[in-house]
């Protein structure tokens, strides 16, 4: 089915957001669907051909978009990415941390110190710079918007899962920090703790033995949107369970 190009009236009108590690998944979903309501998109990851692709798939709709290849857990890579963002668009009013690194199960004394810090670099650390790199622009301006996607994980530690649940317990934690720090300037800062979600990396993790109660990127996009957009105005500070069919009240 075609898909249909942007139309009017639209939620995010006017705003220019940055998706991490949207280049698939649930970042490229939420890159879109911010599109199709009216932000002009920064679509950022470490694969060229995959953000490229997104920025595309965005002006295909209508919509603004430019690409950008970034590792996160670079400081350098991290200032150029707004450096342009800027640059292209005179403006930035979102901010989505949703680039992410998972790893196979595997217990904290099999884990090398390598594995770790890649893990916990690319999930928490990275989110850190980004907002780092952002917060002078949105402080400036008195308005922003900041949404970490971290997991229902990070809420609890479970075997095997040492590196990837402990970031992303921190990016929780990060999340209240730094909305208690800069709710007077204005900016909004929230927390989206997915389910399962039908993706490369869950298909990674699980060695393609995928359940089959997860939820499709589009419904943690809805998720996002709602956070990025005026309907959110009360709401800071916050984590969001999105569990869908994977909630343990269903099973």
């Known amino acids: 089915m075609a898909r249909q190009r942007i139309v009017g ?7 220019v957001a940055i998706v991490t590690g949207s280049g698939r998944g649930i970042g490229r979903a939420i890159a879109e669907m911010f599109a199709r309501e009216g932000a002009k998109v920064v679509v950022t990851a470490r694969t060229e051909r995959e953000i490229e692709e997104v920025a595309e798939q965005v002006r295909t709709l209508g919509g603004e978009a430019i690409s950008v290849q970034t590792d996160i857990a670079k400081d350098d890579d991290v200032v150029r990415l707004v450096e342009r963002t800027i640059g292209a668009f005179g403006q930035l009013d979102i901010l989505v941390n949703n680039a992410a690194a998972n790893h196979p199960p595997i217990d904290v004394v099999d884990m090398t110190p390598e594995m770790w ?15 780092h790199a952002v917060l002078p622009h949105m402080i400036a301006r008195g308005t922003g918007k ?23 317990a921190g990016l929780i934690n990060f999340t209240e920090t730094l909305a208690a720090e800069v709710y007077e300037h204005g900016i909004s800062v929230n927390c ?19 359940p089959s109660n997860l939820m499709h990127p589009d419904e943690i996009a809805k998720v996002a949107l709602f956070l990025a957009g005026d309907g959110s105005s009360a709401i800071t500070g916050t984590a969001i ?3 869908g069919a994977s909630n343990p009240l269903f099973s």
């Open 9 to 15: 009236p639209m939620k995010l009108e006017g705003k």
């Open 146 to 168: 900041i949404i970490n996607i971290s997991t229902i994980g990070g809420r609890k530690g479970g075997r095997g899962r040492g590196a990837y649940r402990a970031a992303k």
């Open 192 to 210: 989206i703790c997915p389910g399962g979600v039908e993706t490369e990396m869950m298909r990674h993790i699980t060695h393609g033995n995928v």
């Open 241 to 243: 369970d999105a569990f």
């Open 117 to 131: 810090r890649y893990v916990t670099d690319v999930n928490l650390n990275g989110p850190f710079l980004c907002a």
